[in-house]
């Protein structure tokens, strides 16, 4: 049962981002993410990795199951020795992540629908086909604006440097997200993602930008 108090701070989330974004549903998302994120017990790594799960195999137009993904998140926390979320962790943390930006990228081209909703009242719009099928997915979730990170391009560190350090996760300088990068020629780039939805300090070897250099976010042993 909730108390009195703790129905207060929902419906205040509630109404604050009711105000700020037109949904109050987002509000109460996010308090489940960050609920979640206070989970006594998840290590930090575990959600770092989920996160780092999530952009590479759920935010991507091979448009994975979130079954497939959270499979793929255990294996990988197996592969490293890091405990993994519980499957509610998980289906918390990927509502939090999927935007309609997130849907996009995940239906490739076909989701240019996905920023003009209101097509979906057009009488002229086939009423078969993946497009009406585009547009009632986007308009069953919440749409929440500018959830992609502006930091995105190539970047001022070489793959020579990742190649010779062996390290290959890059930290985005903007909003924190962890991202494998493999250097594909001369340049590394650091390509689209989700803003970072969970909040526990990132660990583990990687690049991250100080003073404008990019250098490892620990000394090597
Ligand atoms: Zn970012």
Redesign the pocket.
Known sequence: MMTAEEFHSWWNAYQAAEAESGSGYLGLLDRVAARGNRTPGIPDASMQLLEAQLQTHYAAPQAKSAAAVYRLYRQACERQGIPPVSERTFYRVRARFTTTEVIARRQGRRAAYASQPFFWLDQTTPRHGERPFALAMVRALPSRKGAG????GKIELLPRQMEAASVFHIE??????VREVHPKGDRVTFSW?V??VTNTPNHGMRWVRRGGAWELSEKKA
């Open positions: 990170c502006s930091f995105t985005c300088p903007q909003c924190l997200a993602h803003k970072r």
